[in-house]
């Protein structure tokens, strides 16, 4: 269940009640793709940099170890010893993004492991199936994510199919909840409005996928190729046509710039690698831009990397020091630069939430904007 606290403009601060515990929204997710967040950061870690929720993938985990070895060692949740809500993506996004040979058909799509090449065939009850099997809070209806940029006409029939994948979600998911030995009976489905950048199509798709009544929407088919001017547009003419009443979740997007803006529009929930996988390339996010802490000029730098930051980074260690570990090629400092944008992402979306409770989002935004352009 989502309760709508306040609003501010359109920007939304809610509170969403799962089987796992309540997420406090708006909400960044930490993309743990394979159960793991990449740079050697434990789930007490991430306990300890305020996460709220983890989110991992279908497709690789269904991949390596398999979804019926994790469901054979209990779940997700147990798997990865974390007792807070999980979000799992359909694996739709990396069916279209990572297998170069697909054949899409009315039934699912066929194609080869990134592995190993061997063929794999998933439709909507697959990643259904995978996801139970996987038993995550939340989990993501099987979509196709045609390019932003894709020509129309495909785009229309790509969607047409997309909504017809998501009653055979629901009803697959329906079906499994019944079943004795489910783990979780009470896993929640999300749909995803599609469209690429075509607003007609964006906004009927959301009016029809609104009619489903699912726990929560996401926009998927967004920062694949568009400007940031256009993914703002699309934000600007489809959420309002996505119930007010659920949660609205913007797939993989963004920086905290994107992140700002989109909140702005009504979105509750993000998720997106760059902290991570920029963290591991040494550059870090603060309050006023990003620094690559591979520059020389912070060799002699005795600074933390963010004044006044409460990470397991900042709280101890130098720029200087981070630089050298990195310089070193010692795990250490790839971990203290993950952890501290991670870090940076959670105590944002406090501050959001904040700044929304006090009502001061828009002053708050705008301060955040200004002072990350500094840099």
């Known amino acids: 269940m989502y309760e709508l606290l306040k609003t501010e403009g359109r920007a939304k601060r809610g509170r969403f009640h799962t089987p796992h515990g309540v997420i406090e929204t708006p909400v960044f997710m930490n993309v743990g793709t394979v159960a793991a967040i990449k740079g050697a950061v434990s789930t007490e870690d991430l306990e300890g940099l305020g996460t709220q929720v983890q989110l991992s993938n279908t497709y690789h985990l269904h991949v390596r170890p398999g979804d019926e070895i994790v469901k054979k060692l209990g779940g997700l949740h147990k798997f990865m010893s974390w007792n807070k809500p999980i979000l799992t993506d359909s694996g739709g996004f990396q069916v279209f993004s990572l297998a170069k040979l697909r054949s899409i058909k009315e039934e699912g799509v066929t194609f080869q492991s990134h592995i190993d090449g061997h063929k794999i065939f998933m439709g909507p009850e697959e990643s259904m199936q995978i996801q139970s099997n996987l038993a995550s809070t939340i989990a993501m209806a099987f ?15 790509s969607v047409e199919r997309t909504t017809r994948w998501l009653e055979r979600c629901k009803n697959e998911m329906a079906r499994l909840n ?86 702005d529009r009504g979105i ?34 005795d600074r933390p990397i963010e004044e006044g930051c409460q990470c397991p980074a900042c709280r101890r260690y130098s720029r200087a020091y981070v630089r050298h570990m990195l310089k070193a090629k010692e795990m250490l400092g790839m971990r203290f630069c993950v952890m501290h944008n991670l870090y940076f992402y959670n105590h944002l979306m406090e501050q959001i939430r904040q700044a929304l409770d006090e009502g001061r989002f828009s002053q ?4 955040m904007m200004d002072s990350m352009k500094k840099q």
Do not use: W
């Open 364 to 367: 708050f935004k705008k301060e």
């Open 143 to 157: 979509d196709e994510c045609a390019p932003a940029l894709a020509d129309k006409n495909y785009v229309v029939k």
């Open 268 to 301: 509750d929930f993000f998720d997106c690698v760059y902290p991570t996988r920029n963290g591991r390339h040494a550059n870090v996010y603060t309050a006023h831009g990003k620094l690559n802490l591979l520059n020389a000029k912070y060799e002699l730098d």
């Open 178 to 263: 019944s079943l004795d030995d489910t783990i979780n009976k009470e896993q929640m489905l999300f749909g995803i409005n599609q469209g690429a950048i075509y607003d007609d199509v964006r906004i009927e798709h959301a009016k029809r996928i609104a009619e489903f009544d699912l726990p929560g929407y996401a926009i998927g088919g967004l920062a694949v190729g568009e400007t940031h001017e256009q993914m703002y547009h699309i934000l600007d003419e489809t959420v309002p046509f996505l119930p007010q009443n659920k949660p609205t979740y913007l797939m993989g997007v963004g920086t905290p710039e994107n992140i700002l803006e989109a909140v």
